[in-house]
């Protein structure tokens, strides 16, 4: 049923402009080899010939069509976005080009995978090889082992469908993996030594920032080698991109961990079970394992502050859980309570390979402080806690489905992107749509958990816990 206007319902709603502003749209400057080898020149995608894949009317990506950044819009007359209007961001679309800078028979494509496991890895090192390989006639392709030390310090190895046919049924990274090693020079003096004018990249937030310094320093010496990068983080906190790959398996294979600590909570006098999930700054997967969860009655996430003592603190909601069911279940972040966790002077210091703080174990620090806190005020009552880390065991896990279908099109969303000749960018979701996006915007985007939106005051209603605000 269609309505006149908003007044003629009972909704309290802002008036709505009869005439609603419109607003204009900022395109993201996407790089492309011609930007600095303004002599390169288009050829006709190889897909025309290719009998298997021949491209239907409509196939081919416009260079107008676009995905905005920013799908939910206030129409009120009294919005920010009425009163001053800002372009809408947009970011170009990803897909296959009717024209390609790349011809298949000079391509030598290489191919990293840096940081850390994440489910998927695999999939989308074999997503690449099959798209290159099937799609674009390819046959020069190879896998920097060991991350971004591999392109100056050891061989690289050749792949084809063969080699990487049940990659994706395999956790890890076959390509072996490694943080640090990041060396600039050595690595696009290796790049050029091996011939590569392809290089697809695969990794987190610390592996798009080096992405970012190849990229410069490849169009600073006027190279033709074209850099993409897809990126991999199982906690979710690159931003921009609606998630990264091995995402919803990290939450689905939570589901594991949480549903093990319910029982040994249930099963004993007193009983809580403590899960700690991965989640360095941000807490994605604590927060979406909670909600598909329903047994979770605390979720805490570095996005909030709490405190364990006093009136409104942890202990006093644990105990009322306690009273009222005989056991409790609590999902904590990694990155959870590291200001409170006591520390030496060399663990203040202390640093990854990424150069990362090196994070002490909430888990076990929650633990201690939860058998202190009981012993000091129940000391002649049963009690037990039950601590969970299903860190490794999520990680190494093969993509589940809806993960393997978002590797495989993000990996051809990149190998279309690079033979159309784009580079310094990273193919990710935005609003359900694959687009292409300024690798450097992308290194310096986080995506943190908004705890003033819906999600986590979902979170409150499933869990019932206090905002752990200070009296």
């Known amino acids: 049923m269609a ?35 303004p ?28 995905v905005l950044g920013q799908i939910i819009l206030d129409l009120s007359a009294d919005s920010e976005a009425a009163s001053s209007p800002t372009p809408q961001v947009a970011y170009n679309r990803a897909g296959p080009r009717s024209q390609v800078f790349f011809e298949p ?36 392709i190879y896998g920097v082992t060991a991350g971004y030390r591999g392109f100056y310090s050891r061989d690289p190895v050749e792949l084809n469908p063969k080699l990487v046919h049940n990659w994706h049924k395999l956790g890890g990274t076959s390509l072996e993996t490694s943080r640090g090693g990041f060396d600039l020079n050595k690595i696009v003096d290796g790049i050029e030594h091996h011939g590569f004018n392809q290089v697809y990249i695969i990794g987190g937030d610390g592996t798009m920032r080096g992405a970012v310094s190849i990229f410069n320093e490849i169009q600073r010496r006027k190279l033709n080698i074209a850099v993409a990068g897809i990126p991999k983080t199982v906690d979710n906190d690159i931003g921009i991109i609606d998630r990264s790959f091995g995402f919803q398996t ?5 589901q594991q961990a949480i549903n093990a600590a319910h029982v040994e909570a249930e099963s004993a006098v007193n009983g809580i079970g403590l899960v700690k999930l991965m989640g360095r700054s941000t807490g994605h997967i604590a927060l979406h394992a909670t909600l598909s969860s329903r047994d979770v009655d605390c979720c805490l ?44 002077e060399a663990q203040k210091e202390e640093r990854d390979e990424s150069g990362n703080l090196v994070f002490l174990d909430s888990g076990l620090w929650l633990k201690s402080e939860l058998k202190n806190w009981w012993t000091r005020d129940h000391a002649k009552e049963l009690f037990t806690v039950k601590y969970i880390d299903p860190t490794y065991m999520i990680r190494a896990v093969p993509a589940n489905a809806t993960d393997s279908i978002y590797c495989t099109l993000v990996a051809y969303s990149a190998i279309h ?4 000749g784009y580079t310094g960018f990273v193919s990710g979701l935005i609003n359900g749509n694959y687009a292409y996006i300024p690798v450097e915007e992308v290194a ?21 816990q206090p905002d752990f605000g200070k009296p």
């Open 105 to 140: 028979k000079d391509i030598k494509a290489a191919i990293v995978t840096c940081g850390g496991l994440c489910p998927g890895m695999n999939t989308v090192v074999r997503e690449l090889v099959f798209g290159l390989w099937e799609m674009y006639g390819v046959r020069q």
């Open 250 to 254: 990290a939450v689905e294979m939570a």
């Open 417 to 420: 992107g690079v033979m159309a």
């Open 3 to 37: 309505l006149s206007s908003p007044e003629t319902t009972s909704l309290n709603t802002a008036k709505i402009p009869e005439k609603p502003s419109s607003c204009s749209v900022h395109l993201q400057k996407l790089p492309h080899l011609t930007d600095y080898l």
């Open 301 to 344: 996430i570095p996005e909030i502050e709490f405190y364990l003592e006093g009136e409104g603190g942890l202990f006093e909601f644990l105990e009322k859980r306690l009273k009222e069911n005989g056991h409790a279940v609590l999902v904590v972040a990694e990155g959870v309570g590291q200001n409170m966790i006591p520390r030496t």
């Open 444 to 464: 310096l985007a986080k995506n943190e958990v908004n705890t003033k939106d819906h999600k986590w005051a979902w979170v409150r209603s499933v869990t019932n």
């Open 39 to 66: 002599n390169l020149k288009p050829l006709p995608n190889p897909l025309e010939k290719n009998s298997l894949y021949h491209p239907p009317a409509g196939f081919y990506i416009n260079q107008s069509e676009v």
